[in-house]
């Protein structure tokens, strides 16, 4: 039965003793509008606060809303990176994270420095960096993308252009037999809850259900195990679905299937059964839950909205060399999914 399986996870993340009742909805609604603030939710963020967001989305889709809303204050209930990506597009918001430890072990795969130093061995090559970095690192960047637009990114740059693809290996493996160029170099970092989705796990699961659906992350260590899998013929090749997340709710309602599993964080599982709730939607590996998105609780929500904190800050001259590159990713390709 559908929905039975893989919630338990997100549900169980902490609530610090507040539950997430109608008193609390209300709440953080009226704080909300006391501090004229948008409240922008990430599709792994716990269902109770992807039901409170004023939108909710892939990290593309996101940044493009918080670019273009009126109201004074951000309150993004994602990771740190996501927040300081909303700073970098409108420094003179208020920027607020219910948690200013909800980091991302991919961003933390490459720092400044190292960018500085592999720059160094290609001069002239153009750096791609995933928006899952650090400000310092978007700063040596020149044109960011979200696992939504990064094929069209990569595409724009001039076939004869030398490019760096920064951190995600799995992505950047995915970028270049999309784009097929060869002059496409990739660092060898990872997201540490998508490289755990193994592709032995994912070809158990599809040989179980051989009618449903694959939708899978880019960044997951199984995309490329599924591609072989279409290619030796053992799963339909067009039930492979390679998808950010905001592109997998927009396939969640376009699909025939009535049965798909899921190859990203848990989380997203929840605006995919809001989205198409006849269909039975399980995950590909139920332990892969962010435990940097899940500290982003009801109560640290509601403490970010009574105390005005955690506040995000960039240093506005790393922002200033960052911004260029943001306003390029949101630019590039087909808005992605967010609500
Ligand atoms: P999306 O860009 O698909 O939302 O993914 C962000 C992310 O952190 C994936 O782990
Ligand atoms: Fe970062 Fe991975 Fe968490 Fe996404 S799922 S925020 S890439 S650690």
């Not at 939710?41 to 990290?59: E, F, K, L, R, W």
């Not at 990569?154 to 951190?167: C, H």
């Not at 032995?200 to 699961?205: G, I, P, Q, V, Y």
């Not at 929840?270 to 039975?280: F, G, T, V, W």
Request: proline share 4%; hydrophobic share 45%.
């Amino acid at each position: 039965m559908a929905h039975t399986q893989t919630l338990e996870a997100a549900d169980l993340a902490p609530f610090d003793g507040v539950e997430p009742d109608a008193a609390w909805a209300e709440e953080v609604r009226r704080l909300a509008r006391e501090r004229d603030a948008v409240l922008l939710a990430h599709n792994y963020q716990v269902p109770a606060i992807q039901d409170i967001a004023d939108h909710t989305g892939d990290s593309l889709a996101l940044s493009r809303i918080a670019a273009a809303s009126d109201a004074s204050t951000i309150v993004f209930c994602g990771v740190h990176f996501m927040a300081e990506t909303a700073k970098i597009l409108s420094p003179d918001k208020t920027v607020l994270i219910p948690d200013a430890r909800a980091g991302c072990s991919l961003a933390d795969s490459i720092t400044g420095e190292q960018l500085r130093a592999w720059k160094a061995e290609h001069p002239g090559a153009v750096v791609v960096s995933y928006v899952n970095t650090t400000a310092e690192v978007k700063a040596e960047t020149d044109i960011c993308c979200t696992s939504s637009n990064a094929v069209d990114v990569v595409a724009s740059i001039p076939a004869d252009r030398e490019v760096l693809f920064l951190p995600d290996q799995f992505l950047g493996a995915h970028v270049k037999r999309k784009t097929g160029r060869e002059n496409l170099h990739v660092w060898a970092g990872e997201c540490h809850v998508h490289a755990g989705i193994n592709g032995a796990e994912l070809s158990e699961r599809a040989a179980a259900n051989p009618d449903a659906d694959l939708f899978i992350h880019p960044e997951c260590g199984c995309a490329t195990s599924a591609l072989y899998l279409a290619g030796e013929g053992a799963v339909a090749a067009d039930k492979v679905k390679i998808l950010s997340t905001g592109d997998m709710v927009h396939e969640a309602r376009d699909t025939k299937a009535r049965s798909v599993l899921v190859a990203t964080e848990i989380g997203m599982l929840h605006q995919l059964r809001k989205a198409a709730p006849e269909i039975d939607f399980r995950a590909v590996n139920d332990r892969a839950s962010c435990r940097f998105m899940k500290m982003i609780t009801p109560a640290a929500l509601l403490r970010c909205l009574r105390e005005g904190a955690d506040e995000v800050h960039v240093d506005p001259e790393t922002a200033k060399r960052a911004e260029a590159s943001v306003r390029r990713m949101i630019e590039i390709g087909q808005p992605g999914g967010g609500e």
